[in-house]
């Protein structure tokens, strides 16, 4: 969600800006923009993508400049709200991820001292509050205008007459990458191509990158903190040939569940879980279906709270934070108000070095790598091959067998099925015990990046009022591998059957029953990991779906890969 993007160094300027906020784009935009340090400050911006806005950037640089891609909060996506933004002379340009709580205050107070304001955004006020506070020098000028802002933050400025980039960060994510030549960005892939040294900016800390290198404080203390390096390479981060990162990221699953379970740290934080009496999960969106089907993995007393409800249901025990991103504004929030009530937080995190990490008291990785499509796949296999492998060390049993090959060679059947199940305007698809998980993950995909509505049910409910909403031609896709829920399925589908619905199965091979009750039926092998196996066919199901209606299933409309705000 947003993204933030700056540069000091001896390349080209203008190309190293669009380069980096290219690599970028999978967070989610609406609009983009970049400003540069000349002989004064010079800038493009306006709503659209990076190549319709900047592709052809040509702009008087010397060594420093800022780019932006703006996830519309405050104000439509337009020219003038789009960042950066700038203070009535020019001299002072932001960029900024977040939300400033106090703007309008500050708006008002700076109003009423004769500032002029061109847009709708919260942004706006950064940039007018440094130029006020100029008579104190420039980094003092930035501090003293950032220590007047409530919210969340991650902001970069320049100041014309500088070749500085200004930073600070509350609350949202912000890395430095260092090479001879000094990067700042919202995520470590923006500059994989030029170096795999990053400096992780922490909550509080404010600071600048020049010629000379960085330089990064908090509350006047100055903070000496050394590059980690960053194990992704670029190449990960591109399409290999692919159509859409989205497919890419499908096909990686066999390496990426591999890459997950060859983890050393699940024995020590399974001994630890196993001496608990309660343990709360929380998470968001796709990570939160990751925590539901621990709860059916493990049969522990396990409390699933969705991270933006957690205050509201929290009533203590230890947590088990999930993200892909380690940076989701809601997740951090609620292991935020954990920890001020003392609980220990535990954290399944994909982003090395992202935030989540660095406030958990025990961190397991997922290792998949860089995911660029919004929608998580890989992300999300990888998710509960670590849960399916933590829950198997605390039991003191083998890791069972996962193989999503078999879902992966249902590719060109599902590209057929999708040219049919492209035309429906509703959908549901149905599971029950850990396989509810499925159903809710594949629905999920399919609004996502195909913008159909798709709601799952666990098979039971249906009868309950859902059943009202099918009639004839309404697709319905089952989940019913042979497990103790199979034959109250079997009844389901029956349901929905004489309703009118196409049922749409999923079970394993040689499953007559299934094969017989279902219009199209896809045959799996036996599996005790069945939310991997089958979710895998919905990921492709979904995908090719999106491609048929002509969306594109990397940048999902109006949606975000990194949510950075509550």
């Known amino acids: 969600m947003c993204g933030i993007f700056g540069y000091v160094g001896s390349g080209d300027i203008c190309k190293t800006l669009y380069q980096g906020l290219k690599s970028l784009e999978y967070r989610g935009y609406d609009s983009a923009g970049v400003a540069v340090i000349g002989n004064s400050i010079s800038f493009v911006k306006d709503a659209g993508t990076v190549d319709q806005v900047l592709s052809d950037l040509k702009l008087p640089a010397r060594k420093a400049g800022i780019a932006h891609t703006r996830w519309a909060t405050h104000g439509r996506p337009n020219q003038l709200n789009s960042h950066p933004h700038f203070d009535e002379k020019k001299k002072v340009a932001v960029t900024h991820n977040g939300i400033i709580e106090n703007y309008r205050k500050l708006k008002e107070e700076l109003q009423k001292r004769g500032h002029v304001f061109r847009s709708q955004t919260d942004t706006e006020v950064i940039p007018h509050l440094i130029d006020e506070n100029l008579h104190l020098g420039e980094f003092e000028a930035f501090k003293k205008a950032v220590s007047m802002l409530k919210g969340s933050y991650a902001i970069a400025a320049i100041i014309d007459g500088s070749e500085r980039v200004y930073f600070a960060r509350r609350f949202s994510p912000l890395v430095l990458g260092v090479n001879g ?22 909550d509080g800390e404010i600071g600048y990158i020049d010629e000379m290198g960085f ?56 001994t630890h879980l196993s001496t608990l009496d309660k343990l709360v999960v929380t998470s968001a969106g796709t990570s939160s279906y990751a925590g539901l089907a621990f709860k059916y993995i493990s049969q522990l007393p396990i409390d699933t709270i969705t991270a933006s409800e957690f205050p509201a249901l929290y009533r ?45 008291d025990k961190t397991i990785y997922t290792h998949a790598g860089p995911e660029i499509g919004v929608a998580a796949t890989k992300t999300f296999t990888s998710q509960l091959a670590a849960l399916y492998a933590l829950n198997s060390y605390m039991r003191g049993t083998e890791i069972p067998k996962i193989d999503v090959k078999p879902g992966l060679a249902l590719n060109k059947d599902l590209k057929k099925l999708a040219m049919d199940i492209s035309k429906s305007k509703s959908m549901f698809y149905l599971g029950r015990g850990q396989n509810y998980v499925t159903a809710l993950e594949g629905a999920l995909k399919l609004k996502e990046i195909a913008y159909i509505h798709a709601e799952a049910y666990q098979g039971g409910e249906m009868k309950h ?40 199965g999923f079970g394993e091979e040689g499953d007559d029953e299934m094969r017989a009750l279902s219009n199209v039926f896809y045959g799996l092998p036996k599996t005790e990991v069945s939310p991997i196996t089958y979710t895998v066919p919905l990921q492709l199901l979904a995908y090719h779906t999106a491609v048929v209606l002509g969306r594109n299933p990397d940048k999902p409309r109006n949606l975000a890969k990194s949510v950075t705000v509550e």
């Open 316 to 360: 203590g025990g230890e947590i088990l934070a999930i993200s892909q991103s380690g940076e989701t504004a809601d997740t951090m929030t609620a292991i935020r108000y954990a920890k001020s009530l003392g609980a220990q937080v535990d954290a399944l995190v994909n982003v090395v070095g992202s935030t989540l990490t660095r406030i958990a």
């Open 465 to 504: 009022g859902p059943l009202a909403l099918i009639e004839e031609g309404v697709p319905v896709v089952v989940i019913n591998p042979q497990d103790s829920y199979r034959k109250k399925m079997l009844g389901n589908i029956e349901e929905v059957k004489s309703r009118g619905a196409f049922v749409i």
């Open 181 to 202: 030549d000094y990067f700042l960005a919202s995520d470590v892939v923006a500059f994989l191509r030029w170096t795999k040294k990053a400096v992780f900016i922490e």
């Open 215 to 270: 330089h990064i404080e908090k509350d006047g203390v100055k903070v000496n903190r050394k590059p980690t390096t960053i194990q992704w390479n670029f190449e990960e981060a591109a399409k290999d040939g692919y159509d859409h990162f989205m497919l890419k990221e499908i096909f990686e699953q066999p390496k990426v569940i591999k890459q997950t379970l060859s983890s050393e740290r699940f024995k020590g934080l399974a």
